[in-house]
């Protein structure tokens, strides 16, 4: 599977469960912060994160695809490797993916399973903040 529809899932399952006390803008800090370490990052933080795919339920996946649909540009929506070095020169993009992704009516859409598949992904992209990605 894509290694990028990690990306944009996590958007959700992070900015939902980071930190669960913090309001929706610390989410999107926290969440862009990641995914910007995580696109101008060493290739090692990718190949890691590729592993939290996994996690993903296909639901979620399917939600990512509409968004970076709306959000990327053509030339750049089909190429995986083209996407995370279109974030990297452009961070604004990754705000505007965790805005569409950030979705309550979505929200309400996840089963038990899913919260939970979405919970072991947030745990693993945890440790990939912490070891790539703390200053």
């Not at 996407?83 to 979705?103: I, R, V």
């Amino acid at each position: 599977m894509n290694t990028f529809i990690i990306f944009a899932i996590s958007f959700a399952i992070l900015g939902s469960c980071w930190a669960d006390d913090d309001s929706k803008e610390k989410k999107r800090e926290k969440v862009v912060s990641f995914y910007k370490c995580l696109s101008c990052g060493p290739k090692e933080a990718l190949t890691a994160y590729g592993k939290c795919e996994q996690f993903k339920p296909e639901k979620s996946k399917a939600h990512l695809e509409e968004c970076l649909k709306k959000v990327l540009p053509e030339e750049v929506y089909g190429d995986s490797a083209a996407h995370w070095e279109h974030f990297c020169g452009n961070p604004a993009g990754l705000g505007k993916t965790f805005d569409c992704l950030y979705n309550e009516e979505y929200f309400k859409t996840l089963t038990e399973e899913d919260i939970a598949s979405l919970k072991k992904f947030r745990d693993c992209a945890k440790g990939i903040n912490e070891q790539y990605c703390k200053e």
